[in-house]
Structures are given as C-alpha cells and as structure tokens.
C-alpha cells in the first residue's frame, strides 16, 4: 500500500489485510511480544488542527514499531506561512520515512502524495478520516464478530466522518443508514456511490434511520474549523441525538461509537455515552492498532 489518502482507495481485501494486522499487533502488544517491523523508521506528522487520540497514538504507534515520529506543527512549519505544499512535500520526503498529515482540505494531502515521494497518511481532512473508520471497523468486527448483516446507523452532521463510514460500512457489506438535516447531508457523490454499491438510505428521520441498527454512531454537531457556525448549528441538528428514545428503537444489542471528542447532551445524551462507555473507549484503544496496521502497509512494505 502506497498511501492513506482515503478509504475509497482500498479495496475490501485490503481493509481486511489491515484489521487482521491490526488484531495481530493487539494481541501481541497485550502479551507484551515486541514487533519493531519499522525499526530506524521516521514519521513526521503535520498537524494544523487540534488532536488528542490522533497525535497520541501515532507518536507511540512508530514507538512500539521500532522507529520515531516528529509532531510537526503548522504553526511552527514554514507551511504556515505560506510555503507551498509541493516544496514541502520534496523536502521532507529527504529526511523522513513517511508523513502523517491533519488539515483542512483533502487536495493538500494529495499534493503531498503528489509531489513527495514517501507513504502519506491522512489523519483527517474536512472530507474524511479514514484512520478513524479502520479503528471503528476493527472495534465493530471485535463486538459483532463481522460486517454482513449488521446496519450501521449514523446520527448527525453529514461531515468526514459520515463520508468514511459511509465507504467503510458499505465496502464492507454492511446496511448504512444516515440521519442528517437538509442541507447537511454527506458528500453527495459518496452517496450515489453508495446507493450503487449496497444498501444506503439517508433521511431526516432520526428513528427511521436507527430502527434496527446493531451499530449507533454520532459525532459532534460543529467541527474543527467551524466553531464561528457552533451556536446555529446547535439550533439545526437539536434532536439529532443518540439518546434513550433512539436506543429503544435500534436492535435491543445496538453498540454505540463515538469517534470523540463528545458533546454530552449535544450529539449524545451522558446516560448513552456513559452505558456504552467500554464500546467507545475500545474504539478510541483500536486507533493505536489499527493505524500501527497502516503503518506497516505503507512505510514497511
Ligand atoms: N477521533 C479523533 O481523531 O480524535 P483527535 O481529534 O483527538 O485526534
Ligand atoms: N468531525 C470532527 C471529527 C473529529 C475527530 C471534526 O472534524 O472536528
């Protein structure tokens, strides 16, 4: 695998290479059983929006590898002055291994690919988050044992993570359901993609989209470059909530996924997030597997 640019670009073979992967390295981190397959090996990270669960475990992702990685941020890096990303991309493809990038538009992190020649890895662009989508996978395949047959149900804003769940959930055989509001429904193309490739149905509705999901999954109502749009948009989505009334309606063993950061009372009521506390911590966990799984893909093969 040469890259990460977005989940589209694998094929369902290959996404179950890497949560296979992703299991092995679980279970031998658990067991304390070292695997430095990236031994000596650089990733420079580039960060120009905030992370916890993203900067966290690739810095320790590239640790237990073997190799390092370099948190670089733009507010540091000559990119945020304006320094064009294709020379950005030629020079760092000199001194590292491999580049982790979190941005706004998705074109910067093809650039990059463009015109660097080293493995980049997308770490969340307005359009998607396709690391995300494999931990979330990876903690679906763990709880329900696998894809076929379980309706996947997302509650909220149209935005990258409904983008990624959409072309993970379907390319992995799984009924999708959206509920957004007009106006805020996912990227449009994804969606007639969907609707060609398997079972896809966006509404409005939010108990219409979570009657019989096995898996409920919401994310916060504004994201990262959009808190001047917080206070409207909590008058927009207000209903679009996993809550007690959305759970009664889902399969009685629906699991719910956060990607977090979580709005209590916003996205999620604290009671849900709290009775599906060890479903969403689980997920939060996998990111550190499942992209030491990419990792490998890309800058050890
Ligand atoms: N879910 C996620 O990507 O978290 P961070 O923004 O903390 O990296
Ligand atoms: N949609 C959110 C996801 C955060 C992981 C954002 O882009 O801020």
Redesign the pocket.
């Known amino acids: 695998m040469k890259h990460l640019l977005k989940l589209m670009d694998l094929s369902a073979k290959e996404i179950n290479e890497i949560l296979n992967l992703a299991d092995q390295l679980k279970f031998e981190k658990k067991n304390g059983i070292e695997h430095h397959l990236l031994k000596g090996k650089t990733l420079g990270m580039i960060f120009e ?1 905030s ?1 916890t ?2 900067r966290v475990s690739f810095e320790v992702g590239m640790y237990d590898l073997g190799g390092s990685a370099l948190f670089l941020s733009s507010r540091d890096l000559q990119i945020g002055r304006g320094e064009p990303v294709q020379d950005t991309a030629r020079v760092l493809s000199r001194y590292l291994d491999g580049i982790m990038i979190r941005t706004f538009a998705q074109k910067e992190v093809e650039d990059l690919a463009t015109y660097g020649s080293i493995p980049i890895i997308n770490g ?1 662009t ?1 359009y998607c ?1 396709p690391c ?1 989508v494999l931990a979330d996978l990876m903690t679906i395949r763990e709880y329900k044992g696998g894809f076929v047959g379980n309706k996947l149900c997302y509650i909220g ?1 149209g ?3 409904t983008n990624s769940l959409i072309v993970g959930g379907i390319k992995m055989g799984m009924e999708v359901s959206v509920a957004c509001p007009n106006g805020y429904r996912p990227d449009e193309k994804l969606m007639q993609w969907a609707s060609e490739n398997g079972k896809f149905t966006v509404t409005d509705d939010v108990l219409e989209a979570a009657k019989g999901a096995d898996v409920l999954y919401t ?2 109502w ?5 808190e001047s749009e917080a206070e409207e948009r909590k008058r927009i989505f207000k209903g679009y909530q996993i809550n007690a009334k959305v759970m009664e309606v889902a399969n009685e063993k629906a699991m719910v996924l956060h ?3 979580a709005h209590r009372e916003e996205e999620i009521t604290a009671e849900v997030f709290e009775a599906h506390a060890n479903e969403i911590f689980d997920e939060a966990e996998n990111r550190l597997h499942a992209q030491k799984a990419v990792l490998v893909k890309c800058l050890g093969e």
């Open positions: 929006k992370s669960r993203t969340l307005d988050h995300q804003d935005n990258n993570m994310d916060v504004a994201s990262m470059g959009q990607c977090l950061p």
